[in-house]
C-alpha cells in the first residue's frame, strides 16, 4: 500500500463520516460534535484514519448491544 493509498482510504472515510455527521446534525447527541467538526478535525481523521475507523465503528456496534 502506497502513502497515497492511504490518504486516498483517509478522505474517502472522512468524506463518509462527515456525511453521515451532517445527516444527523440535529440528533441531541450529536450537536457538540457537529459544532466543533472543522478542518483541524478532518485533517487529523485523514491522517490516522485507522484509529478513527475503528473508534466510529466500535462505538456504532455497542450502540445497537446497549440497553
Known amino acids: 500500500m502506497s502513502i497515497l493509498n492511504y ?3 483517509g ?3 472522512t ?3 462527515d456525511s453521515i455527521l451532517q445527516s444527523l446534525k ?3 447527541k450529536l450537536k457538540k460534535v457537529v459544532k466543533d467538526w472543522g478542518w483541524n ?3 487529523a481523521c485523514i491522517l490516522v484514519w ?3 475507523f475503528v473508534a466510529f465503528f466500535g462505538s456504532l ?3 445497537f448491544f446497549k440497553k
Open 26 to 28: 440535529n440528533h441531541p
Open 11 to 13: 478522505v474517502i472515510f
Open 41 to 43: 478535525e478532518r485533517i
Open 61 to 63: 456496534i455497542l450502540s
Open 15 to 17: 468524506f463518509i463520516l
Open 7 to 9: 490518504f486516498l482510504i
Open 50 to 52: 485507522p484509529l478513527g
